[in-house]
């Protein structure tokens, strides 16, 4: 079953793509401890403790100890603690603490993947940049640039050194041509064990999923294949997911927390968190650790000023109107259950993320695109097979891709004047969605300089072209792909200002950096 936002699976779109030495320490992150002991013979298991206020005492940590973890990372700012136990019944054991709230095993807490120059400091943007050139090899085949009127942007400005962008991911491959120029590799790291340990080494991807989104962001004017959107920014890779695409608990928090502390600028975000698809206030244990400790370290990095975007999702769900999840949990045996409107995606119906749905080349949702009236802010181009046109033959969108992974690309490119590593795969899901606003974000910040997530998005939604709603003989084009989770038929309400299907419109990059119209200095 495959784990990514590109491809079908059944009658699914895949969800979300298509998609050395000591860890230095973040803020707040207390290094792991020697094991105290455990009270049962099985392999130690990492659990996830969430304290009732966002803050982590050393008593907390000390009790913990006691009980037989080790402690493995402490997000002070945020009141998540990450221990590793052989003892199966810890975390009934941990939650016990009365300044606890909640505790579980993250082993059954997975995040799939649903169809990644050092740092010099700077201001963060704001001298707006160095224009850049579209006349990359293969820069013809980017459609989905063109559509968002990127290389227009570019002659005034492809981004500026100072602005930093994380891609949260599978990791990125600092080895492609395309993306070695821009990888930041001080601020690259590895999540997956919930410390995180740095560099563009340690970030490698072994998935394609993380290269493939990073490319879309920042794949250099370089002459070699593709132009990322924002080509002249530094990106690291945040890797949070492992080669099968899962994204656990611990990953997830950690690389926000990372991205918050290191003063990042942007975050792309094309996954969402497992085993729940919704995940409900009222629903499971598990469901409320994951919307609290997630929510906690979304929050931290919002509050340290970083941008984050997530894709929608490949279900053709109404995520503002849900009624049933036919997929959870996911990382066992699916059981359908009702769900109602305070149950949420994560990352990207969390407060302060900018959702945004995906459109094929003939301007028109992609057909496996989420959507949702006030929950899409913006559309951006996702690719779509049934879309097809003389510029995208096949619908898909072409970014980076990993070499050492040509085999899983079933609509592989190759330049040959960039090397052997400079290999690009055709895509579609709202995971290359996603990447399109990322880029445009980092555009936007390197141009006006530093800003807040709520000003980015105010810049976005102002200067998107607005899109209408379907007409009915339009909309009987999408009858063969109802929701996924309760088979309801894609609907589109509201008026082509703002509705359902895109938000206030598709992305347009040259309008976005040109706009004169209020931006962060003068809110």
């Given at each position: 079953m495959t784990r990514t936002f590109f491809g079908l699976r059944a009658r699914v779109v895949a969800r979300f793509g298509a998609l050395a030495g000591a860890a230095a320490l973040v803020v707040g992150l207390t290094?792991?401890?020697?094991?105290?002991?455990?009270?049962?013979?099985?392999?130690?298991?990492?659990?996830?403790?969430?304290?009732?206020?966002e803050t982590v005492s050393a008593q907390l940590l000390s009790r913990l100890q006691l009980q037989g973890a080790t402690i493995v990372a402490s997000y002070d700012a945020i009141g998540v603690v990450l221990v590793r136990s052989g003892d199966t019944q810890f975390a009934g054991r941990a939650q016990k603490n009365l300044d606890v709230e909640g505790a579980a095993n993250t082993n059954t807490l997975a995040f799939h993947l649903k169809p990644t120059i050092e740092n010099s400091g700077g201001d963060h943007g704001g001298n707006g940049g160095k224009p850049a050139s579209d006349s990359d090899n293969l820069s013809a085949l980017q459609w989905d640039m063109k559509q968002i009127k990127t290389p227009q942007a570019h002659a005034i400005t492809g981004g500026s050194r100072s602005v930093l962008v994380g891609d949260i991911d599978t990791g990125l491959d600092y080895t492609h041509p395309d993306l070695a120029p821009n990888v930041d590799s001080a601020n690259s790291v590895n999540c997956l064990s919930g410390t995180p340990v740095p560099g563009k080494v340690a970030a490698m991807d072994v998935n394609g999923h993380g290269t493939h989104t990073a490319g879309t962001i920042a794949a250099a004017a370089n002459g070699i294949g593709i132009v990322g959107v924002a080509p002249n920014v530094r990106i690291a890779g945040i890797k949070a997911g492992d080669s099968n695409g899962f994204f656990f608990p611990q990953a997830v928090v950690c690389a926000f927390m990372w991205a918050g502390s290191h003063h990042f600028d942007v975050t792309n975000n094309?996954?969402?968190?497992?085993?729940?698809?919704?995940?409900?206030?009222?629903?499971?244990?598990?469901?409320?650790?994951?919307?609290?400790?997630?929510?906690?370290?979304?929050?931290?990095?919002?509050?340290?000023?970083?941008?984050?975007?997530?894709?929608?999702?490949?279900?053709?769900?109404?995520?503002?109107?849900?009624?049933?999840d036919r997929q959870s949990p996911d990382d066992t045996v699916p059981v359908t259950r009702p769900v109602t409107k305070d149950c949420k995606v994560i990352p990207v119906e969390m407060p302060g993320v900018i959702a945004v749905s995906a459109t094929g080349n003939k301007a028109m949702k992609?057909?496996?695109?989420?959507?949702?009236?006030?929950?899409?802010?913006?559309?951006?181009?996702?690719?779509?097979?049934?879309?097809?046109?003389?510029?995208?033959?096949?619908?898909?969108?072409?970014?980076?891709?990993?070499?050492?992974?040509?085999?899983?690309?079933?609509?592989?490119?190759?330049?040959?004047?960039?090397?052997?590593?400079?290999?690009?795969?055709?895509?579609?899901?709202?995971?290359?969605?996603?990447?399109?606003?990322?880029?445009?974000?980092?555009?936007i910040i390197s141009r006006f300089g530093e800003m807040s997530s709520k000003d980015v998005l105010r810049l976005l939604e102002r200067t998107a072209d607005p899109i209408a709603c379907p007409t009915a003989a339009q909309l009987a084009q999408y009858a063969f792909f109802p929701s996924v989770n309760n088979d309801a038929p894609q609907t589109c309400t509201g008026p082509a200002s703002h509705n359902s299907w895109y938000g206030f419109g598709q992305v347009n990059a040259l309008k976005a950096i040109s706009d004169e119209g209020d931006n962060n200095q003068n809110n």
């Amino acid at each position: 079953m495959t784990r990514t936002f590109f491809g079908l699976r059944a009658r699914v779109v895949a969800r979300f793509g298509a998609l050395a030495g000591a860890a230095a320490l973040v803020v707040g992150l207390t290094p792991a401890t020697s094991i105290i002991g455990a009270d049962a013979a099985t392999a130690p298991q990492t659990y996830i403790v969430l304290a009732k206020q966002e803050t982590v005492s050393a008593q907390l940590l000390s009790r913990l100890q006691l009980q037989g973890a080790t402690i493995v990372a402490s997000y002070d700012a945020i009141g998540v603690v990450l221990v590793r136990s052989g003892d199966t019944q810890f975390a009934g054991r941990a939650q016990k603490n009365l300044d606890v709230e909640g505790a579980a095993n993250t082993n059954t807490l997975a995040f799939h993947l649903k169809p990644t120059i050092e740092n010099s400091g700077g201001d963060h943007g704001g001298n707006g940049g160095k224009p850049a050139s579209d006349s990359d090899n293969l820069s013809a085949l980017q459609w989905d640039m063109k559509q968002i009127k990127t290389p227009q942007a570019h002659a005034i400005t492809g981004g500026s050194r100072s602005v930093l962008v994380g891609d949260i991911d599978t990791g990125l491959d600092y080895t492609h041509p395309d993306l070695a120029p821009n990888v930041d590799s001080a601020n690259s790291v590895n999540c997956l064990s919930g410390t995180p340990v740095p560099g563009k080494v340690a970030a490698m991807d072994v998935n394609g999923h993380g290269t493939h989104t990073a490319g879309t962001i920042a794949a250099a004017a370089n002459g070699i294949g593709i132009v990322g959107v924002a080509p002249n920014v530094r990106i690291a890779g945040i890797k949070a997911g492992d080669s099968n695409g899962f994204f656990f608990p611990q990953a997830v928090v950690c690389a926000f927390m990372w991205a918050g502390s290191h003063h990042f600028d942007v975050t792309n975000n094309s996954y969402f968190a497992d085993p729940y698809y919704f995940n409900c206030p009222n629903g499971t244990a598990q469901e409320k650790m994951i919307l609290k400790a997630e929510g906690r370290a979304i929050a931290y990095a919002t509050r340290k000023g970083v941008t984050n975007v997530a894709a929608a999702g490949n279900f053709a769900d109404d995520m503002a109107n849900p009624t049933q999840d036919r997929q959870s949990p996911d990382d066992t045996v699916p059981v359908t259950r009702p769900v109602t409107k305070d149950c949420k995606v994560i990352p990207v119906e969390m407060p302060g993320v900018i959702a945004v749905s995906a459109t094929g080349n003939k301007a028109m949702k992609s057909f496996y695109s989420n959507y949702g009236m006030n929950v899409i802010q913006v559309a951006a181009p996702g690719g779509d097979s049934r879309q097809l046109t003389a510029a995208a033959p096949n619908g898909r969108v072409l970014s980076t891709y990993p070499v050492s992974l040509k085999d899983s690309c079933l609509r592989p490119v190759v330049d040959p004047s960039g090397g052997p590593n400079a290999f690009y795969c055709y895509l579609q899901g709202t995971s290359m969605a996603s990447p399109h606003v990322a880029g445009l974000a980092a555009l936007i910040i390197s141009r006006f300089g530093e800003m807040s997530s709520k000003d980015v998005l105010r810049l976005l939604e102002r200067t998107a072209d607005p899109i209408a709603c379907p007409t009915a003989a339009q909309l009987a084009q999408y009858a063969f792909f109802p929701s996924v989770n309760n088979d309801a038929p894609q609907t589109c309400t509201g008026p082509a200002s703002h509705n359902s299907w895109y938000g206030f419109g598709q992305v347009n990059a040259l309008k976005a950096i040109s706009d004169e119209g209020d931006n962060n200095q003068n809110n």
